[in-house]
């Protein structure tokens, strides 16, 4: 029996990593299932497993190792609850651009919520800013300023220039991390740069549409010369509130956790209650409307249902 990390998956195939620096191509045990997760995907990447290697040099996971956390999205099979993205973090880097395609705050705020709830930190990495207009890098700016208050880090890069990329390789140079982001905002470009020798397929923006093509096909980790590994992961076009609960989504909004206890009700959900130091915060400008707004949108979606992205003016 064999202990390993899983780098790859293939649908139903897994590449999974030994000690000793090898990787075996594995399949899962029978109905191989991790308890308290209902998902598409038993194993994922980042996991530790058991496997015992067969005649024809291939393996079989037998037993999936618990987690210390991951990033799970709705999954597009209607059948089950969920899709885990990776697992075992200790970073998550969210990309994102102005522009080509334009990537909502609420998209943001929808991934910053699910890392918060279990417990990933998340810096938010701005590409592409080689082609911000002028009126871009106004919005930009405005963005930073929110994000960077409520407390993430805030990278700025350009996969086409190498700007910024030497604060990013120190980002990364210890730990394992997830790259994650809509299709066409570059992180297979970035990754690219990052990993030298490394050729990732990329694509162009759908100038129709607007909207990033899907070039990375499942999950997959990558070893990075300064030590770390980098998760890559497909284009993901939205996260579903499944793993969490109405009563405590502020708590995964950190501005909002640090105001709960000045509130009249030790349960205040920050919509209408008399005596919400958070409401008072957001008319004073001293907590983002938009972020505000964000989350009355996730908080409408566990009572009316389907949840509308907004975007950031």
């Known amino acids: 029996m064999s202990e390993g990390r899983v780098l790859r998956t293939t649908g139903s195939w897994y590449d999974v990593m030994n000690s000793n620096g090898v990787t075996v191509s594995c399949k899962p045990a029978g109905k191989l299932r991790l308890k308290g997760y209902r998902s598409t995907n038993p194993v994922a990447v980042g996991d ?13 996971i037998s ?15 209607l059948s089950h609850e969920s899709h885990v993205v990776a697992a075992n973090l200790d970073r998550a880097f969210l990309v994102i651009t102005m522009a080509s395609p334009r990537t909502s705050t609420g998209f943001m705020d929808r991934f910053l919520v699910t890392a ?24 930009a700016e405005e963005l930073a300023n929110i994000y960077r ?20 390789r120190a980002a990364l140079a210890k730990g394992i991390h997830v790259l994650s982001g809509h299709s066409g905002v570059g992180k297979s470009t970035l990754i690219n740069q990052l990993i030298p020798g490394l ?15 899907h070039t990375t096909t499942f999950a997959e980790m990558h ?17 579903g509130l499944i793993t969490l609960e109405r009563e405590t989504l502020n708590h995964h909004f950190p501005e909002f956790f640090r105001l709960l206890p000045k509130c009249k009700f030790h ?16 008319d004073n400008g001293k907590v983002s409307r938009l972020r505000y707004k964000n989350y009355l949108e996730m908080l409408h979606e566990f009572d009316e249902g389907p949840y509308r992205e907004s975007t950031y003016r």
Request: one cysteine or more; aromatic letters at 4%; glycine letters at 10%.
């Open 48 to 60: 530790m497993v058991d496997f015992e290697v067969e005649e024809d040099g291939t393996g079989v």
């Open 116 to 139: 918060e709830a279990y417990g990933i930190p998340t810096t938010i990495v701005l590409n592409k800013v080689d082609a911000l207009t002028p009126e871009a890098r106004r919005q």
């Open 223 to 239: 070893r990075l010369p300064e030590g770390g590994f980098l998760v890559d992961t497909p284009g993901i076009k939205g996260f």
């Open 267 to 282: 349960n205040c959900l920050h919509h209408r209650e008399p005596g919400c130091a958070v409401q008072e915060a957001v």
């Open 149 to 168: 208050e409520v407390g993430y880090e805030w990278l700025e890069v350009s996969a086409l220039t190498g700007s910024g990329l030497t604060d990013l």
């Open 63 to 77: 037993k999936i190792h618990g987690r210390a956390n991951c990033i799970i999205r709705k999954s597009v099979n």
């Open 199 to 213: 050729t990732i397929k990329t694509a162009n923006v759908s100038e129709s549409h607007n909207k990033g093509r």
